[in-house]
């Protein structure tokens, strides 16, 4: 983990504002209502929606229904609560909040002012003393009511009863709706109940406020607004003159005074004095020694207007503020001067326990110190502003913030009409007023992939440049290209190809240009051609993990939130009922394993090019329905994923170039190691780095060399060149089959050791690769051999690459020829199929492959082809039908197999069934769908993107572990799951469904044995195998989808695990040959 930083450091220095402010002054006080309220909820019951008439009791404010156990049980929740739907004629929930409260007399002629700051979800009346007062639509914008016409005076006190009825409703009808405002914090779960969850999650007060005081506008919300000139870090220690601007209201002019204090240390640094001001007024004040805030520098300052007479001041107003200027230089994000990459991640506002976001500063900084920790500078929150407590965690801990307007997509956007733009309009002006002094906030954003066009998105651009000149703002975050040039985009949010991986350092996998188009010899990498805004990649990964189900079902059982893990408990039951349940958590560990490799490659290749300037790591916490984050649901970590992601997931790390997935025996590794230097300062020319080659742990080579060159801010250059020969570890001949300690694990790391401001900064990176003993071309060992079934119909000359020189081709259990008769049809007892092929020589290759079949028809539906219908078995005394254009294809006899052999095919047929149930052992290299009788699915190497779908449903991978595995892979996958090096034969593979509904009759009860797993997304969860064995009859069947078939020559084999893998997996299948019974020689553990 990452060393503490200056910002921990001042977090533990900060005073309150209390210990180094001057009091709150006495004529302006403040009572909070928040706390407990009575609460009566109406909601109409409906024939589909059975529910309640009343449900009465006590609820806290701030908060929503649902949490606090109001609401009817869905499928998907404890307690939902039904919103409002005119399309639908539904009429929603109705709560009613009273409270009655005692406050002191307001002197001097103030007023008594009600007060909602924000989180008004979402529309509400409000009553005072049994007279209404106001009524207010929209939870980012805050309410207030001056409420002194009607309250009951008694003595020196006041009796207050505050009664607010709330809604949901979005007030839609078929002309559109008035409350537009939809995001990410607004939904109960993924999609359910569009609208979301209602209650009231603001503070409620009521404060006396003088005849002359500071304004702070509706609500009290907006604080005086501090600005600076442009900074950089050249500006350190250097006198800053800032300007804090604020606003008089009342009848008479006044003094006011603002003292600038340094919240660290709590010493008052700068003051500064005018008299007789009134309206909107203006004080400069210089800052002596200015101390700048940044992600590793968190400083901030308190500036305090007050009014009146300095020992009695009329009013008070305190704001936080940090000194630090964010500014785009061509395609490059600035900070302070210097460039920044945004190593950002996505916040999909999840908060099981509340619903509605939580209004407590620790509740946001316990998650954002794991941000921190895990190396995080940046979020991007999906179409939501959180309160004001997250903007100070954030200020407090160094985290930049895109709080992105609530315009989830087109679809709520579009359906705004006038009233609820305006309520767009309002509410964006609302938080920027409020929040604009806050260091952390990065830039202003609108809608989530969407761009809403010039004339509109204009008017969001003047709001802010009124209120926030300075800052950042984004149109869209997620559709735009880097060639946009508008006004109202300072950068791009790009969204890259979600559905491939990039490269694994100059290794192309499935697209090697994803994020970079051209790479010079020092593999800095750009784009061509070169955008014209800075360019960050949008939701980025999307990685998709399998859960630890049992544990995560308990969690939600015990923490008491109303929503349900509808999603999980599917999967749970399903493993349960399929004996799989056991073995979930070895799933979750390995499907994290690879979620961390496929982040680390992602993540890698994006730092290689040098126009990048930061990524949405989607997701840290797992949204409702996925399991794509670092953290899972109730934001506890993932055991195998927290601890690793450090390492290159910060503003400097290492990349390699140039380290492959495997090496043979003897090979040279040349790995180049490079810097992406996004720290503080250019890489100084005296910096030490530390190299190590490592052999399943042992170091066979390091070295510790100075950087012989320097790497500028904002840059990457090449600080070392490992190289070293690696050592002979033997060949596929004499390592023996049944040592579990053939392949070995390289390890190449990097780490800085001096001077200590680099090694404490820039983290230390490894990367694994798999050395293999060499392919010898070679002879079987003695007592069996290998017979390759020909022709291979899906592709591939089998006999060049069955990994023995002695290999034979078995007799083919395919003729060569069919005897064709035209123009006639044959009566049939029994039909295989009717099956679209282009012509009569393909309806002949059907029957030939079915062993049954002694005859097949071609229908000539038309020119391009048509239907062969398989018939088996031709009926006693049959008489040929005249059809014109059909065309009988009678196959000769098919010649047996013999009963002891090892078969290598890519296709099993009755034939090689019988062989096997006779004794022989056949080997499957599965490499398309409907080649045997098992049905497949086919697979990638990535982890499946978002929540995944039936065609895009990786997860991960599971190699077991136990002795026959072992024994098979020969020391192949150390971790239980498959690494980088499994790349090229799972890419692209097919797995066997073997859940029992796919599994063959006399397979049911007998099921296979999983050697290596395919990972199912939890939403389908089905048995998947990369790699089984099966004991049939005498004999045995093992079966791959894997893409280990190369075609070897006496020279070598290319990729060494397949050499390695086909090597070992023949070899399994002579040890059951040799073996005396038809046991499949496994420990004593449930078929899997």
Same mark, same amino acid.
């Given at each position: 983990m990452p060393r503490m930083t200056l910002c921990d450091l001042l977090l533990l220095l900060v005073p309150t504002i209390s210990e180094s402010l001057s009091p709150v002054s006495p004529t302006r006080w403040s009572v909070s209502l928040d706390g407990e309220w009575t609460f009566d909820l109406h909601e109409p019951s409906y024939p589909s929606d059975p529910g309640f008439s009343n449900m009465s009791g006590t609820i806290k404010v701030p908060g929503s229904w649902e949490a606090q156990g109001f609401g009817n049980e869905t499928t998907q929740m404890r307690w939902q609560v039904l919103t409002g739907d005119r399309v639908k004629g539904r009429k929603g929930a109705v709560g009613t909040y009273s409270k009655s409260v005692s406050i002191p007399a307001c002197s001097n002629g103030g007023s008594y002012v009600l007060m909602v700051d924000q989180g008004i979800h979402r529309h509400a009346i409000f009553e005072v003393n049994g007279v209404m007062m106001g009524e207010h639509r929209g939870y980012l914008t805050p309410f207030e009511a001056d409420i002194s016409s009607v309250v009951k005076r008694s003595g020196s006190g006041t009796a207050v009863e505050v009664k607010i009825a709330l809604d949901g409703d979005r007030l839609c009808d078929n002309q559109g709706c008035s409350d537009a405002l939809m995001g990410s914090q607004d939904d109960d779960t993924d999609g359910t109940n569009l609208g979301g969850w209602a209650g009231l999650n603001g503070h409620v007060s009521i404060e006396c406020r003088p005849t002359t005081f500071i304004d702070g506008g509706v609500g009290n919300i907006v604080p005086p607004h501090v600005t600076h000139p442009p900074v950089t870090f050249a500006s350190e220690g250097q006198p800053l003159e800032v300007s804090v601007a604020f606003s008089i209201g009342g009848g008479t002019p006044t003094n006011a005074r603002v003292r600038i204090v340094e919240n660290s240390s709590g010493n008052l640094v700068a003051t500064a004095d005018a008299s007789q001001v009134l309206g909107n007024a203006t004080l400069n004040v210089t800052i002596p020694s200015v101390k700048l805030w940044s992600p590793e520098r968190c400083w901030l300052y308190s500036a305090e207007v007050s009014i009146g007479p300095q020992d009695a001041p009329l009013d008070l107003a305190v704001t936080r503020f940090g000194v630090r200027t964010i500014t785009v230089a061509d395609t490059r994000l600035m900070l302070n001067g210097r460039r920044v990459f945004l190593v950002g991640y996505g916040d999909d506002a999840i908060y099981p326990a509340t619903v509605s *976001? #939580?209004?407590?500063?620790? +509740?946001?900084?316990?998650?954002?110190?794991?941000?921190?920790?895990?190396?995080?500078?940046?979020?991007?929150?999906?179409?939501?502003?959180? *309160? #004001?407590?997250?903007?100070? +965690?954030?200020?407090?801990?160094?985290?930049?913030?895109?709080?992105?307007?609530?315009?989830?997509?087109?679809?709520?956007?579009n359906e705004a009409n006038a009233a609820a733009m305006g309520l767009y309009h309002k509410s964006w002006a609302s938080y920027i007023a409020a929040l604009r002094n806050h260091p952390s906030i990065f830039d202003w954003p609108l809608c989530n992939e969407m761009y809403m066009g010039a004339p509109k998105a204009e008017v969001f651009y003047g709001i802010k440049e009124r209120l926030d000149p300075t800052r950042l703002m984004i149109d869209q975050d997620g559709d735009c290209k880097g060639s946009d040039n508008r006004t109202t985009n300072s950068f791009c949010s790009h969204q890259f190809d979600i559905t491939k991986l990039g490269a694994w350092g100059s290794i192309p996998l499935n697209a090697p240009n994803k994020y970079h188009d051209v790479c010079d010899a020092t593999h800095r990498c750009k784009f061509s051609p070169s955008p014209i805004v800075p360019v960050i990649s949008h939701e980025t990964g999307n990685y998709n993990t399998y859960p630890r189900l049992k544990s995560l079902i308990d969690k939600f059982a015990s923490s008491g939130t109303t929503i349900k893990p509808y999603w999980l408990q599917g999967a749970f039951d399903k493993l349960q009922g399929s004996g799989l349940l056991a073995e979930s958590e070895a799933w979750a560990t390995a499907s994290e394993q690879l979620y961390v490799l496929c982040w680390k490659i992602d993540v890698e290749d994006q730092r290689r090019n040098i126009e990048m300037s930061g990524y949405e790591w989607w997701l840290l916490q797992d949204y409702w329905t996925g399991n794509n984050g670092i953290v899972d649901t109730f934001f506890d970590p993932k055991p195998g994923v927290l601890p690793y992601i450090a390492q290159f997931n910060a503003p400097s790390i290492f990349i390699q170039d140039g380290l492959k997935f495997s090496y043979a025996s003897k090979e040279n590794l040349i790995v180049d190691i490079s810097l992406s230097n996004f720290g503080s300062g250019d890489l100084p020319k005296n910096a030490q780095l530390k190299w190590s080659v490592q052999i399943d742990g042992e170091i066979i080579k390091e070295s510790t060399v100075p950087v012989n060159r320097s790497v500028c801010q904002g840059d990457l250059g090449i600080v070392a060149t490992v190289s070293t020969p690696l050592p002979d570890i033997g060949t596929t001949v004499s390592i023996p089959f049944g040592f579990t300690n053939g392949p070995k694990r390289i390890t190449v790391s990097a780490e800085f050791t001096a001077p200590s401001s680099v090694a404490a900064t820039v983290p230390r990176n490894s990367w694994n690769a798999t050395l293999f003993p060499s392919w010898v071309d070679s002879p079987t060992p003695a007592g069996w051999t290998v017979s390759v079934v020909a022709p291979n119909p899906h592709g591939g000359n089998l006999l060049k690459g069955c990994g023995f020189n002695n290999c034979q081709t078995a007799p083919s259990p395919v003729p060569d020829q069919c005897e064709f008769v035209d123009n006639i049809d044959l009566p049939f007892e029994k039909s295989g199929a009717d099956i679209p092929v282009e012509g009569p020589d393909e309806c002949c290759m059907m029957c030939k492959l079915d062993t049954a079949c002694t005859v097949a028809v071609f229908e000539n539906a038309s020119s391009t082809g048509g239907v062969c219908h398989i018939q088996t078995t031709l009926m006693t005394n049959s008489h040929r039908i005249r059809k014109p254009g059909w065309m009988a294809a009678f196959a000769p006899d098919k010649p047996k197999l013999s009963p002891r052999s090892v078969y290598l095919t890519t296709y099993i047929d009755d034939k090689l069934m019988e062989a096997a149930q006779a004794g022989s052992v056949v080997l499957l290299l599965q490499n398309a769908s409907g080649a045997s009788l098992l049905k497949t699915v086919s697979t990638r190497y990535k982890q499946a993107w978002w929540l995944g779908s039936d065609t895009d449903n990786n997860a991960g991978t599971l190699v077991y572990k136990d002795a026959v595995t072992r024994t098979i892979l020969g020391g192949m996958a150390q971790d239980g799951y498959a690494d980088q090096t499994w790349f090229r034969m799972i890419e692209g593979a097919q797995t066997f469904l073997l859940d029992r509904e796919f599994l063959p009759l006399d397979w049911v009860h007998s099921p296979p044995t999983v050697l290596m797993r395919a990972i199912d997304i939890v939403g389908l969860s089905r048995s998947k195998a990369l790699l089984f064995h099966q004991a049939v009859g005498k004999g045995h069947i093992i079966a791959t989808g894997l893409n280990c078939f190369q075609e070897c020559s006496s020279a070598g084999c290319e990729f060494p695990e397949k050499a390695w893998l086909m090597d070992r997996l023949l070899r399994y299948g002579g040890s059951l040959l040799d073996a005396s019974t038809a046991a499949d020689g496994h420990e004593d553990v449930a078929p899997r």
């Open positions: *976001p #939580p209004r407590e500063k620790d +509740a946001y900084a316990k998650r954002l110190n794991i941000a921190r920790a895990l190396g995080f500078n940046f979020v991007r929150h999906h179409s939501h502003v959180l *309160p #004001p407590e997250y903007f100070e +965690a954030a200020d407090e801990l160094g985290v930049m913030i895109s709080p992105e307007l609530a315009c989830v997509y087109h679809a709520y956007f």
